[in-house]
């Protein structure tokens, strides 16, 4: 879940950024690029435009935060499980 929400999270995100150049907004696009959830807010105040991407970025979001605990969580088995096999 962790890295599925990574991915649409960072889809969504270039997807608005791409429509915030289309439309001209460069600093939109560059700070979208650069800044995190700035993508997010340009596509609130868009939201005509950006409804799709918004809500795949929304999704992706939500679904990254909710797996990051059990992300972790293996990450923590798997060191202890190394330091356990090291001599």
Do not use: C, H
């Not at 690029?33 to 939500?62: C, E, H, M, R, T």
């Not at 972790?72 to 190394?82: P, S, Y």
């Amino acid at each position: 879940m962790f890295w599925l929400g990574m991915i649409l999270a960072s889809v969504g995100g270039l997807w608005l950024a791409i429509n915030a150049f289309r439309a001209g907004n460069t600093l939109w696009g560059i700070g979208a690029l650069l800044l995190p959830f700035v993508a997010q807010i340009y596509g609130f105040l868009n939201l005509d435009d950006n409804k799709v991407p918004l809500i795949l970025s929304g999704i992706g979001l939500v679904l990254f935060f909710m797996g990051y605990g059990s992300y972790v969580d293996q990450v923590t088995a798997m060191q202890a499980a190394a330091e356990a096999a090291a001599p």
